[in-house]
Each structure stands twice: as structure tokens, then as C-alpha cells.
């Protein structure tokens, strides 16, 4: 994975920011079927997903559990192609990962900036979705091992309300394979949700999150929450 991320990673930091975002898109798509395949060929760890005729037609704010690294790869894979990422702004200062980061031009953040980020997330977010792309916000902030549960943000429901696009939430149990902080991982088949979308429209950023939080911590909820042949 490190040798992977960093071929692309230097491809897209230096002439990949040559192509049309579109190319660029495609770029970061491959890396992360390539990973996906490493994965699978390496450590023996695969995934299927349920709920794939939910994904709309038209963009939407995509609001995913977090669990693990597992998820950033997967869902370039899984949802359509033109993404824009919300995530902490720690992460553009990786040296070579950062960088590729920038060309695929996500929304940075400060999260403990608060009502700034939160704006940044509506700004930003709507251009993006003007643009046609797919908005993917962690609501969580942060990866939460399994078993746990961490307050939802509402910078994704605030876009959702000023913007009236729909929200079309993710859940999985990833982190059971590959945990928050761990490098090591393990075989098997990570179960990945995608839920009917929610409409907006006439509902507050509150109702908007509260139901996105209720859908994605019920449906982990009914997850394997342990690995087969007991392995934990």
C-alpha cells in the first residue's frame, strides 16, 4: 500500500494535475481498485455491499460511518466516480500523499474551528455539488472503533438543508478487519450498507442528522460485530 500510494500519489501531485478533474478522478479511483485487489490477493479480505440500487442517479451528500482506513479506499470504488471529501486539514501536510490529495481537491477543514468548518463544509460543498460531484462527509470526524459511537456533526445535514440535495446514508463494519490505529489486517468480508436516501426537502439540518445517525447506528447494529471462526 505505501509503495501503491506513492506511484499515484507522485503521479497526481506532479502531472496529474494536468488532466481535467475527471482524470483525476480516474487516477484516484484506480489507486483504490488496485488497493481493493491488494487486499484481497494479500490479506485475504474482501467486501460486499448491499443497497447499491440506493445510490441515486443525481449527486448527493454521502454520510459514512468511520471506522477505520478501510472505508476512505472502498467508497471511491463503490459510489460514483467524481468525489469531493470533506476531511481534517492535518492530512494535506503528508508529503506526497497531501499532495495528491490537493488534486483531487477536497474540502479541508480545521475541526476545531467549529462554526468556520461548518461554513467551509456549506461554501464549498455546494459549489461542488454545482459541479456535479458526489460530497463523502465522515459526520463522526474521526474513526470510532467498533462498538463505540461518537457525537454526529451537522456540518453534512447543515449542506443538506441549505442546499436541498439528499442524503444517502453509509454503514459498514470495516473496523473489525482493519481497526482505527492498527496496521494489521485480517481476513474476511467487510458488510457494507447503503441505505435508502433521505430527502431534504422541509426537514431541518437536526431532523436530517438525526435520521442519518438513527439509520447508520441501527443498521451496524444488525452487523457482524466479530470476525468468523473466532477470531477477534
Given at each position: 500500500m ?15 494535475w494536468l ?5 483525476r ?5 484506480l489507486?483504490?481498485r488496485s488497493?481493493?485487489a491488494?487486499?484481497?490477493i494479500?490479506?485475504g ?7 447499491q440500487?440506493n445510490?441515486p ?8 460511518k468511520?471506522q477505520?482506513a478501510w472505508?476512505t479506499?472502498?467508497l471511491?470504488?463503490?459510489?460514483p466516480p ?6 481534517k486539514?492535518?492530512?494535506m501536510r503528508?508529503p506526497?500523499f497531501?499532495?495528491a490529495?490537493?488534486?483531487a481537491e ?9 462554526r468556520?468548518a461548518a461554513?467551509?463544509?456549506?461554501e ?5 455539488l454545482?459541479?456535479?460531484?458526489t460530497v463523502?462527509i465522515f ?6 472503533a467498533?462498538?463505540?459511537r ?8 447543515l449542506?443538506?438543508e ?5 442524503v444517502?446514508?453509509?454503514a459498514?463494519n470495516?473496523?473489525?478487519f ?5 496496521i494489521k489486517?485480517?481476513p ?7 441505505g435508502?436516501?433521505i ?7 437536526v431532523?436530517i442528522?438525526?435520521?442519518a445517525?438513527n439509520?447508520i ?7 457482524p ?8
Amino acid at each position: 500500500m505505501v509503495v501503491n500510494t506513492a506511484l499515484f500519489g507522485l503521479y497526481l501531485a506532479t502531472a496529474g494535475w494536468l488532466l481535467p478533474f475527471s482524470g483525476r478522478s480516474k487516477v484516484a479511483n484506480l489507486w483504490a481498485r488496485s488497493n481493493l485487489a491488494l487486499l484481497k490477493i494479500i490479506c485475504g479480505l474482501t467486501y460486499e455491499v448491499v443497497g447499491q440500487e440506493n445510490i441515486p442517479i443525481v449527486n448527493t451528500i454521502v454520510l459514512s460511518k468511520h471506522q477505520s482506513a478501510w472505508e476512505t479506499i472502498a467508497l471511491r470504488c463503490i459510489l460514483p466516480p467524481e468525489q469531493t471529501w470533506v476531511l481534517k486539514r492535518e492530512l494535506m501536510r503528508i508529503p506526497i500523499f497531501g499532495w495528491a490529495l490537493a488534486a483531487a481537491e477536497p474540502i479541508a477543514i480545521d475541526r476545531k474551528s467549529g462554526r468556520r468548518a461548518a461554513s467551509q463544509i456549506i461554501e464549498l460543498g455546494y459549489k461542488r455539488l454545482k459541479q456535479g460531484r458526489t460530497v463523502v462527509i465522515f459526520p463522526e470526524g474521526t474513526r470510532v472503533a467498533p462498538g463505540n459511537r461518537k457525537k454526529y456533526g451537522i456540518g453534512g445535514a447543515l449542506l443538506a438543508e441549505k442546499t436541498g440535495y439528499s442524503v444517502l446514508p453509509v454503514a459498514h463494519n470495516a473496523g473489525i478487519f482493519w481497526r482505527r490505529r492498527g496496521i494489521k489486517k485480517y481476513p474476511g468480508t467487510i458488510n457494507v450498507v447503503i441505505g435508502p436516501v433521505i430527502e431534504s426537502n422541509g426537514l431541518s439540518a437536526v431532523e436530517i442528522n438525526k435520521r442519518a445517525e438513527n439509520w447508520i447506528e441501527n443498521t451496524l447494529a444488525a452487523l457482524p460485530q466479530e470476525r468468523v471462526n473466532g477470531q477477534l
